[in-house]
């Protein structure tokens, strides 16, 4: 009964994903007539029609096309699963799609993948950089790594760090203009604004401190960007005061390119996360990748100094 059950579903999965029974049949390797009387069958076990059936077309109903919704992937991964297991104990081997953030891939993540390249050979890293959360499912991607990410049904996401947004200028303007002493100071101070890629609103400066204090500064804005590597370089232009995350604020600090305003306050954002979908049947490849980040990149230090405390 399993056998036929599974021999019944990869028929319809494939009609479905083809198109066609014969396509579908040249991918199985068997005769249009078989897949026919395969999907006929499950029909006749379901009780419902799957496809509209004419001499020229073949179309999903309405029941078939939640049927293929819901078996799709789940069948899938059953299949792969067991086809690792017979060829070598569920090994990470294969192309892993990855899509992360420009500058915290570039800087902080594409360093600490040399010894995971060295010890899983099999691997393929197909990397892609992007700073809006991509849709694992829909576009194709294992992983996924950024800040802000808004996790939606289906996902599991790992915390790499928390992220501090820290006041910054340049000390070009510094030299033009008094570095503030109090936040209520910023009004009198050219701001690089930025626009939320989500919502394509201005993003309000509210600060707090230690102690506990909120507020929402007022700033004059100068320039609005969308893109928080743009706001660094434009800062350390001397172009204004910009609120930046710690991951691209950092290197200018460290360099002396900007100069970090009012230590006492900042303000936060949602961690920066590592997500992949939350099926059952995890392949291997993705469940060492994302032990991998996770591991090396606490071990770094990283995830210390984007939430480090004010001061």
Not at 146 to 155: A, P
Not at 235 to 259: F, K, N, T, W, Y
Not at 279 to 284: E, W
Request: proline content about 6%.
């Amino acid at each position: 009964m399993l056998t036929e059950l599974s021999s019944y579903l990869d028929a319809f999965i494939a009609a479905a994903s083809e198109g066609s029974f014969s396509a579908a049949a040249r991918k199985l390797g068997q005769t249009p007539a078989a897949v026919s009387k395969s999907v006929a069958r499950l029909e006749s076990q379901l009780g419902v029609r799957l496809f509209q059936r004419s001499t020229r077309s073949l179309a999903l109903t309405t029941d078939g096309d939640r049927l293929y919704a819901q078996v799709r992937l789940p069948w899938t991964e059953i299949g792969d699963a067991l086809t690792a297991l017979r060829q070598g104990a569920g090994k990470p081997a294969g192309t892993l799609k990855v899509s992360m953030a420009h500058t915290v891939g570039r800087n902080y993540l594409l360093p600490l993948l040399d010894d995971f390249i060295e010890r899983y050979p099999d691997v393929v890293l197909d990397l892609h950089f992007d700073n809006r959360q991509v849709d694992l499912i829909a576009q194709g991607y294992d992983v996924g790594i950024g800040g802000g990410i808004e996790l939606t049904e289906g996902l599991i996401a790992r915390e790499l760090s928390r992220v501090h947004i820290v006041l910054a200028a340049a000390p070009a303007y510094l030299e033009r203009h008094a570095a503030p002493a109090t936040p209520a100071d910023l009004a009198r101070h050219r701001g690089l604004l930025r626009r939320s890629l989500a919502t394509g609103r201005l993003q309000p400066w509210t600060l707090k401190n230690r102690a506990g204090d909120e507020l929402v500064a007022t700033i004059r804005p100068v320039a609005v960007f969308d893109d928080p590597e743009a706001m660094t370089s434009a800062a350390a232009r001397g172009l204004g005061i910009a609120l930046l995350p710690l991951p691209h604020a950092l290197p200018c600090l460290d360099s002396g390119e900007l100069v970090r305003l009012l230590p006492d306050w900042y303000a936060e954002t949602r961690p920066l996360t590592i997500y992949y979908s939350s099926r059952k049947l995890v392949p291997a490849k993705v469940r060492v990748f994302v032990e991998h980040v996770v591991e090396r990149f606490r071990a770094s230090g990283h995830a210390a100094r984007f939430g480090q405390e004010p001061g």
